[in-house]
């Protein structure tokens, strides 16, 4: 009996440390990032939606500079170190399904420039700026347009 006087008062205790943590643990809980979406639909050059495409996420292009201002940026980007990769590398990459269609998710606010296809690629090339907002859900379709054929380098 004597047992049954400590343990009802101790249990009472416990619950109400129990209530009071759990109550600040949910306080305490970090808020999730902001975050949006973008979905679209990539067609070619034919206008009928393109499946197998790379559709790419990158930070926003650096605003056009002079010709000390290009060299600057072409370093930092990686072009003219040897060995070294050309451009940024995107922050998410994703490959449209056969009805063109493709999903980008958890992508923090802010701006960028979205990319489908390649500038090698015979199918085409589109990119375009998007900026994202808190709870944004973006329907973004890309038209790819012909690939610009690099100039062959002066001899």
Known sequence: MRLLKWVAPLAAVALLIGWSGASLRAEDAPAKPAVGKITGTVTGIDKKPAGNVTVSLFPPAPAKAGKAGKA???????????GA???????????????????????????????????????????????????????????????????????
């Open 72 to 82: 600057k940026a072409a370093v930092k980007a990686g072009k003219g170190e040897k």
């Open 85 to 155: 990769k050309k451009g940024p590398e995107p922050i998410m990459t994703t490959t449209t399904a056969a009805d063109g269609t493709y999903t980008l998710s958890d992508i923090a606010v802010g701006d960028y420039e979205i990319q489908a296809g390649s500038r090698k690629d015979a199918a085409g090339y589109v990119h375009q700026a998007v900026s994202i907002k808190e709870g944004d859900a973006l329907n973004v379709p890309l038209q790819l347009v012909e690939a610009k054929a690099k100039k062959p380098a002066a001899n």
